[in-house]
Antibody, heavy 117, light 111 residues
Framework: EVQLVQSGAEVKKPGESLKISCEASGYTFTSHWIGWVRQMPGKGLEWVGIIYPADSDTRYSPSFQGQVTISADKSIGTAYLQWSSLKASDTAMYYC??????????WGQGTLVTVSS | QSVLTQPPSVSGAPGQRVSISCTGSNSNIGAGYDVHWYQQLPGTAPKLLIYRNNNRPSGVPDRFSGSKSGTSASLAISGLQADDEADYYCQSYDSSLTDYVFGPGTKVTVL
C-alpha cells in the first residue's frame, strides 16, 4: 500500500526554525515527484513546491520561493519542508503529496504548524 | 486570487444531482492542460476524486463524473448523499505562471 506518513504537529515561536518530514512507502521513492501543499486555517489549497528525489530537482511556487526549502533523502525515502525563520503567517496545515504525471495521487495525513509568541 | 474560479458553494437534496464548475483561461484549461478534482471531507486530508478530466481512481463511486470543454471543467455528483458533504477543489497547470494551480474550492451542502 502506498503511504505518505508525516511528522507530528509543531508549535513554534516566530523566528524559530523548523523541518517537517514525510516518509514514503509502498512505491519507488525516486520514480515520482513529491510535493507540499499548504492549507491555512479555514482556507483553500496552495502549491508550495515539488522535488524529484532521484536528482533533487526542485521547483517552488513563486509565492514560496525563498521562504521555504524542500529537500529529500532518497536513502531513507523521506521528503522535508523547512523554514529558517518562521512567521505567524506560516501557521497552517501542510500536506505532502505524491504526483503521478500532473495530479496528486497520494496525500499524507497533514502536519499542523502553529507559530505563535 | 486563483486563476481558476469555482462557485463558493452548491447545495442539493439527497438523491439530487449537483454540478461544480471550474473556469480557467487560455493559459491553463484552455491551453489543453488536464483538470483534476479532489474531495476534502471535514477534518481530513484531501483525496483524489477525478484525474485527467474524467477518470475515476479505483474506489471512487461512479456517481462522481468529470468533464472538460474549452476553458472550463465540471464535476458532477449524482444521487447526492449526506457523506458527500465536503469541499471540492479543481487543479490544473498554468503555462503563464509555470506552476500548478488550485481552484478556491466549493463547499457542497446536502440539504
Amino acid at each position: 500500500e502506498v503511504q505518505l506518513v508525516q511528522s507530528g504537529a509543531e508549535v513554534k515561536k516566530p523566528g524559530e526554525s523548523l523541518k517537517i518530514s514525510c516518509e514514503a512507502s509502498g512505491y519507488t521513492f525516486t520514480s515520482h515527484w513529491i510535493g507540499w501543499v499548504r492549507q491555512m486555517p479555514g482556507k483553500g489549497l496552495e502549491w508550495v513546491g515539488i522535488i524529484y528525489p532521484a536528482d533533487s530537482d526542485t521547483r517552488y511556487s513563486p509565492s514560496f520561493q525563498g521562504q521555504v526549502t524542500i529537500s529529500a533523502d532518497k536513502s531513507i525515502g523521506t521528503a522535508y519542508l523547512q523554514w529558517s525563520s518562521l512567521k505567524a503567517s506560516d501557521t497552517a496545515m501542510y500536506y505532502c503529496v505524491r504526483l503521478l504525471e500532473q495530479w496528486l495521487v497520494t496525500w499524507g495525513q497533514g502536519t499542523l504548524v502553529t507559530v505563535s509568541s | 486570487q486563483s486563476v481558476l474560479t469555482q462557485p463558493p458553494s452548491v447545495s442539493g437534496a439527497p438523491g439530487q444531482r449537483v454540478s461544480i464548475s471550474c473556469t480557467g483561461s487560455n493559459s491553463n484549461i484552455g491551453a489543453g492542460y488536464d483538470v483534476h478534482w479532489y474531495q476534502q471531507l471535514p477534518g481530513t486530508a484531501p483525496k483524489l476524486l477525478i484525474y485527467r478530466n474524467n477518470n475515476r481512481p479505483s474506489g471512487v463511486p461512479d456517481r462522481f463524473s468529470g468533464s472538460k470543454s474549452g476553458t472550463s471543467a465540471s464535476l458532477a455528483i449524482s444521487g447526492l448523499q449526506a457523506d458527500d458533504e465536503a469541499d471540492y477543489y479543481c487543479q490544473s497547470y498554468d503555462s503563464s505562471l509555470t506552476d500548478y494551480v488550485f481552484g478556491p474550492g466549493t463547499k457542497v451542502t446536502v440539504l
